[in-house]
């Protein structure tokens, strides 16, 4: 038998056109889901997180995790993906330029949650 249960609705203005392509993965004690959210005005789009002790119940952060901002994400970013390498964390993600060339892009990071 497979069950299905929702675990993230849209419920900011940063997530009013679509969430989807969530990834989780474990950080220490919690689960940690990256997660593509567009808004409909602008249609932009950003990196979110959320997180869970127990993976039913999942508390979101309210600002975006990753928001466009350099050359190659001017316009969206979306599509998130964890890496953690020789002791460092990244996020792979895709991300669209002012000329409309989408690229993967890979961020090192400090801290997710």
């Not at 993230?8 to 989807?20: A, D, F, L, M």
């Not at 689960?31 to 602008?42: E, G, I, Q, T």
């Not at 928001?67 to 669209?96: M, N, T």
């Amino acid at each position: 038998m497979i069950s299905s249960k929702k675990i993230i609705s849209q419920t900011n203005n940063y997530e009013s056109y679509s969430i989807y392509a969530p990834f989780v993965f474990r950080l220490g004690q919690n689960l940690v889901m990256l997660y593509a959210a567009w808004s409909k005005y602008p249609l932009k789009g950003r990196i979110m997180t959320a997180k869970s002790k127990d993976g039913n119940v999942w508390i979101k952060n309210k600002k975006p995790f990753i928001e466009p901002s350099f050359y190659f994400d001017k316009k969206h970013c979306s599509e998130p993906a964890f890496l953690e390498f020789q002791g460092s964390h990244y996020v792979i993600y895709e991300g669209c330029d002012c000329d409309g060339n989408w690229s993967i892009i890979k961020k090192r990071i400090s801290k997710i949650i």
